[in-house]
């Protein structure tokens, strides 16, 4: 018999990858307090994103999902928030003039504080540790004590994550997203570099633009768009509890929205259609995301699709593949052409980071640019093959001169990475690299909005 969807159901099912927390009446006293704290988002501004998710499926849009691998304690300042934001509202302006598409823009920010991990624990020193599991349960500091998870941690990713979103509320409403402003997000670092040039020159023609558009009349001081962005919050929705504890009823349609953020997403490890985190995520209304591996199998897709999208909304569920640059172009087609024929809408998106990771000589975890823009290109090459659009990406970057990835315009080598290596988790592409990648992309996003089919959407 069909069981009855509740905030609380996957408590039922099969569920994995969550932290064994030591003391569990401080875990049960952590969430309790959690469930009466206010919603940080609210369900209106779920549906909104779900409708720009929706052009977005039909080729009328194209979602920029972007930020930090895993968001540290460590680093919620304004200057970092603000460089994170910067880099974002660049590459999407690239994006938006360059290849005329509407960006949808999301971060991974103001919550992403949780991490699967592919083994539990690890060997320090010859000692085994509990792995990091992302701020909100451990410290990432490789000592037993600082492993050990912590449900007061829960309560601290709540309140950075409402810190976060109330500046990034502040910057993209109360004027610095102001299209007039587009010099000032170039960050000093990038601006004398190539990248930082060229987004100059793009920055300029942005100018003269909008001078021309005030030369004829038009009131530009009256159109909204112009002075403030949409930017939505969205995170991996992993540590169950803490998701179940922000789930609200929305008083308007009484349907469940988890109010910890606008999207979430399930990731790789945790897609089981019988387990857990998709009986949670089957049952809010949020817009929601799954990652697809290259392991995964026509049936599977088309399950998750039904799943997560019963009543085939469209905007409601991104499909983001990460396949692996050498993978792509093979596994990619037999999984578009399972939706298609199941009749699913989706929205497809691209993370070309997470099956590009691999370890330095040093023992560094990274990746080469070379390698993350060779999976973006085989994502648009069998999108344009299988004539469908190809909606969106999903990268981790920061606004700070960080040396994680290899390459791009400062060709970054082995031997650099050590240089400013600052990541908890996987390795972002800094600013210069995000900018780089904004360019490649936007080429491709021009050829394909030329592509005579899909000019008129799907
Ligand atoms: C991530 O997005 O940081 C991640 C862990 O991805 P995936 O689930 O695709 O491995
Ligand atoms: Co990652």
């Not at 000592?143 to 709540?158: K, M």
């Not at 949670?280 to 209304?285: A, C, K, Q, R, Y």
């Not at 085989?378 to 920061?398: A, C, K, N, R």
Request: hydrophobic share 40%.
């Amino acid at each position: 018999m069909q069981q009855v969807w509740t905030t609380s159901s996957w408590k039922n099912k099969q569920i994995t990858q969550q932290p064994v927390w030591p003391d569990i009446q401080s875990y049960e006293r952590a969430v309790k307090q959690l469930s009466s704290l206010p919603p940080l988002v609210f369900a209106g501004e779920a549906r909104q994103l779900t409708n720009a998710l929706a052009a977005a499926a039909g080729g009328k849009a194209f979602l920029l999902q972007a930020g930090d691998c895993s968001e540290s304690f460590a680093d919620i300042s304004a200057d970092a928030i603000r460089d994170k934001l910067k880099v974002i509202l660049q590459m999407a302006i690239v994006l938006t003039y360059a290849a005329g598409v509407p960006v949808v823009k999301v971060g991974r920010i103001a919550g992403q504080f949780a991490k699967p991990r592919t083994s539990a624990t690890e060997t320090v020193n010859g000692v085994e540790i509990p792995s990091f599991r992302g701020h909100m349960v451990n410290d990432d500091t490789p000592t037993l004590a600082a492993r050990t998870p912590d449900p007061n941690r829960l309560l601290t990713a709540y309140h950075h994550s409402a810190a976060t979103l109330n500046l990034l509320r502040a910057f993209t409403k109360g004027g610095f997203a102001d299209l007039s402003s587009v010099h000032n997000w170039n960050l000093q670092f990038v601006a004398s570099s190539p990248q930082g040039k060229r987004y100059e020159t793009l920055a300029n023609e942005i100018d003269r633009a909008l001078k021309f558009m005030a030369a004829c009349g038009i009131s530009l001081s009256s159109e909204a768009t112009l002075h403030q962005v949409d930017f939505w919050t969205s995170h991996e929705a992993l540590i169950l509890g803490y998701e179940e504890a922000l789930s609200r009823k929305d008083s308007l349609t009484g349907d469940f929205y988890d109010c910890s953020a606008h999207m979430l997403w399930v990731g790789e490890r945790t897609h089981q259609t019988d387990g857990g985190h998709i009986e949670f995520l089957s049952g809010i209304h949020n817009p929601i995301g799954c990652k697809i591996g290259p392991s995964t199998t026509q049936e599977e897709i088309v399950e998750i699709c039904k799943a997560l999208n019963p009543k085939n909304i469209p905007g409601r569920l991104t499909l983001i593949t990460r396949i692996g640059a050498n993978k792509v172009v093979k596994i990619l087609p037999p999984l578009i052409k399972a939706v298609k024929d199941s009749g699913q809408s989706v929205l497809w998106a691209c993370d070309p980071m997470h099956a590009n990771t691999f370890l330095s000589d040093q023992g560094l975890k990274t990746r080469h640019f070379d390698d993350i823009i060779t999976e973006i290109e085989g994502f648009f090459s069998v999108h344009e093959q299988q004539d469908t659009w190809p909606g969106g990406i999903h990268i981790e970057l920061t606004g700070d001169a960080v040396t994680e990835c290899l390459g791009g315009g400062q060709n970054i080598s082995e031997e650099q990475l050590d240089h400013s290596y600052t990541t908890t988790c996987d390795p972002r592409l800094n600013a210069q690299q995000a900018i780089d990648l904004a360019f490649e992309l936007a080429t491709l996003l021009k050829r394909f909005v030329a592509y005579p089919t899909l000019a008129e959407g799907q």
